[in-house]
């Protein structure tokens, strides 16, 4: 793409960072994030590398998601692969949006096929209380070695995301103990314990800040902040409960690195999300892009939109709405195309490239 | 409340249809849903008949949820006395919003604790063409007979409220065979073959109409319809697959009986639910009432929208919420006071009661 040779797993090859850097400042997706022009919509798909994958399927039959997550080598190999493979314009490192807890004294478990499982959930204020501060990450070097090994191995003009769950997600599942359907349990702690519902996100977000950077520092041209469940909340509540925490995390990250704040169901949120911070909001398929945009403002970039379930569909129809969702962007410059939530376990592969490429060719100058 | 002598069991006692009427119509839950002013701001709650109270568990532990709701008597008891325990101001016969499904020849079913189930889920359109076209809704007769005991049983002045899931729900019931997080198989019928979707929407539509209809005709003063998972659709969606059979049934129904039109997760779609019809547009509370409102127009009423986990707090905190609610609703003519979804199974009925209570004070005039 730029010219610049690639750095491939055959050569083991590292430039120098100063030759990275410029590489990578000027793909498409870093330019996108400043809201610069770029030569097309760049675009990357939430959850790009998964189940969907029949190589990912053949690594879990050996292997469960969390030794995945743990063994670098392999984590750096899943990421690669699905971004070769898709033809997208940014990587994500593959790990999950929960590895964070387990250093607070978290048991993280995740069942065959089924979502994560926590065994110790934090239901009161002296469980909150007992939780571990993050002093230092040491423990989640596995995913550092991930990024390092990933970013050795990437394209050197192909930028590699971080991630991390939101405060909001991450005290969900830690209070639910797994996924939530009415969220009882952590919306019952928010409404009658102002003071350890403030403490347990006080305590992810100082964790959060730790972990982001250190994401940065081993090589990630950018973050995202996942907050997929914040929808369920009112924005009342978002503005007294959630605002704050995201604020002084999106504030506290390496200067000069491109943030996405994401959500899904967030209609009702999306000004206040925008004021919680990031350089880019990334927004779900409920709410129109165009909408979406003029509702936080041209002057942050936007991720979006499709909806996933679109993937199921033939090709013409992925075409069709690739090109309704580029035409409410209107060419405008900070759009990343994207999913609004992650492929499905059960998406066709041909149709997630068919997308990629659909995208490209529809947005070129 | 009006000073008509009530209609109790203990009497057997009818009315002439006259009386009624005059008490009915003069009650302020009518009242509001013609936006007329108001002694204090009418209340009831989705779900107020349901596991969340103990002689509900009782009668369930005799008999299963289709049993009940297909037991005229006891379907009308447990309307009644739900009612009568919160003191609410209306009434809404215990039925499921999927009854309607089984004259098609979906055969339905409900786990212990679990949600629907339906064995032979709709996912082509030759499974669309086999479905029954329901002609007539003498099958449901078990329902109109509940209307008819409760009618009798209740208050003169407590209106009943009717209800059935709208197209869209039962929809996505029938073709994921119950309930679903990511609508794939749903939202892959509707993407991929137009012609198939359109035909269930209107084969649903038209089984509604008449649904609803004997549902008044039985003695509902007012009917809901629930398109509880209708915000898991973008707006665009919206627009095409779902907006013209709702406008369909909407415009179709017995003329003068308010229709309450529900939603969950609708911070997309609240304009599209107005234009699709309804004299009152039920909102969660994702969406501030006074921004729903505003959004929808002020020349229809609206319904909500307290989060269900607020009834999990103290009796102080659920004061709070209605006073920051009323005030949202700013004493204007045509609010009702309800939750943002059903009361949960695990919800303190004392709490329940507390929040009746705190509105009919809060907004006494």
Known sequence: MSGIPSIGKETGLILKPESNTTALDNSPFMRACRRESVPHTPIWLMRQAGRYMREYRELRARLSFLELCKTPSLAAEVTVNAADRL???????????????????????????????????????????????VDGVESLEYVFEAIRQTRAALSAD????????????????????????????????????KGAWHALMSLISRALVKYLNAQIFAGAQAVQLFDSWVGSLSADDYREYVLPHTRSILSSLTPGTPVIHFGTGTGALLELMREAGGDVIGVDWRVRLDEAWRRIGHDVAVMGNLDPVALFAGKDYIRSQATKILEQAAGRPGHIFNLGHGILPETPVENVIALVDAVHELSAK
């Not at 590895?99 to 239901?123: D, S, Y």
């Open 87 to 133: 033809g997208v314009d940014a990587a994500i490192i593959f790990a999950d949006i929960l590895l964070i807890v387990e250093p607070m004294g978290i048991e993280l478990a995740f069942g065959k096929g089924e979502g994560p499982t926590i065994h110790n959930p934090v239901r009161t204020s002296q469980d909150v209380d007992r939780l571990r501060e």
């Open 158 to 193: 192909l930028p590699l995301i971080g991630f991390s769950g939101a405060p909001f997600t991450l005290a969900s599942y830690i209070i639910e103990g797994g996924g939530s359907r009415n969220y009882v349990h952590t919306k019952s702690l928010m409404y009658t314990d």
